[in-house]
C-alpha cells in the first residue's frame, strides 16, 4: 500500500511552465505579487518572519518579490499525476520566479482504491499528520516564526487548523470547508490535498517537504497494513 500519483500547485508568477505537457497554468485572486495581500500585520510586516529556516540562503521580505522580477503570468502551476520519482524535476522547473506571503504550495495524493484512501479519513490520522510534519520542521530547523508554523498554526484562512469530521467523511462531494489543512475532495478529484504549504524560500526545502508528507502518508498506511495483519492473526490463534 502507497502514494499512487502526486499533484502539485505551485502559486507566484511564472513563465512558460504551462505550455509544457505535464503542467497546465490557472489564474488565482489570492496571489498577489506586485502588492502584499497579506491577511495581518504579521504577513504584511517586512521580514517579521518570514525566513523558512537558521541558514542564509536569501531570505526576502513578504512584501517583496522572492525572485527575478521577470515573468509573464501571476497564478499558479499544476502538475499533472505524476510518480514520486518525477515529482523533483517538476518542482524545480516550474518554480516560481517571484513569490511573497501570498503564495502557497499544495499537494494532492491519489491511491489505488478506495479502501486505502479510507484509511485517513480520521481524527487519528490528522493528529497523526500535523504531529509528524511539525517533528519534520522542528528536524530541518524551520524557523517558529516562519510563514510554515504561521500557517501550521491556523493563521492563515487559506488552510485552516482542526479536524472536521463534515469534511472527513470522504464526501460525494467537495466539502465546503475545503480549506483546511487536509482537504477530502474525493468527488472532484479522487485526492487528498495538503494545503499546509507556502511557497519556500528554497527549492530543495520545497521538495523535501513534499517528501516528508510523502513518507507519512505511506507510513501511515504500512502501520494500518500491519494492525490488520495483527488483528487477523490474533483471531486466528484465538
Not at 493528529?127 to 509528524?132: L, N, R, S
Not at 495538503?194 to 513518507?215: G, K, M, P
Amino acid at each position: 500500500m502507497s502514494v499512487k500519483l502526486i499533484g502539485v500547485e505551485i502559486e507566484g508568477a511564472h513563465n512558460n511552465g504551462w505550455k509544457i505537457a505535464d503542467t497546465y497554468f490557472h489564474s488565482d485572486s489570492s496571489v498577489n505579487i506586485d502588492g502584499c495581500s497579506g491577511e495581518s500585520d504579521y504577513e504584511c510586516s517586512c521580514c517579521s518572519g518570514d525566513c523558512d529556516h537558521d541558514s542564509e540562503d536569501g531570505c526576502s521580505c513578504c512584501c517583496e518579490s522572492g525572485g527575478s522580477g521577470d515573468y509573464d503570468k501571476i497564478g499558479e502551476l499544476i502538475s499533472i499525476p505524476l510518480p514520486f520519482d518525477k515529482i523533483h524535476e517538476w518542482v524545480d522547473r516550474n518554480y516560481p520566479v517571484d513569490f511573497n506571503s501570498s503564495c502557497g504550495m499544495h499537494i494532492h495524493f491519489s491511491f489505488k482504491n478506495d479502501y486505502e484512501y479510507s484509511q485517513f479519513c480520521s481524527k487519528r490520522f490528522y493528529d497523526y499528520f500535523i504531529a509528524e510534519i511539525t517533528a519534520w520542521a522542528i528536524k530541518m530547523k524551520v524557523k517558529k516564526a516562519s510563514r510554515f508554523f504561521y500557517r501550521l498554526n491556523g493563521k492563515n484562512t487559506f488552510c485552516g487548523l482542526g479536524y472536521s469530521y463534515q469534511n472527513n467523511k470522504m464526501q460525494l462531494r467537495s466539502s465546503g470547508e475545503r480549506y483546511n489543512i487536509l482537504n477530502y475532495c474525493y468527488d472532484k478529484h479522487r485526492t487528498i490535498e495538503i494545503r499546509l504549504s507556502h511557497v519556500w524560500q528554497n527549492h530543495d526545502y520545497a521538495f523535501r517537504y513534499i517528501e516528508a508528507c510523502y513518507d507519512i502518508f505511506n507510513t501511515w498506511l504500512l502501520m494500518q497494513k500491519r494492525s490488520v495483519r495483527h488483528t487477523l492473526k490474533v483471531e486466528v490463534l484465538n
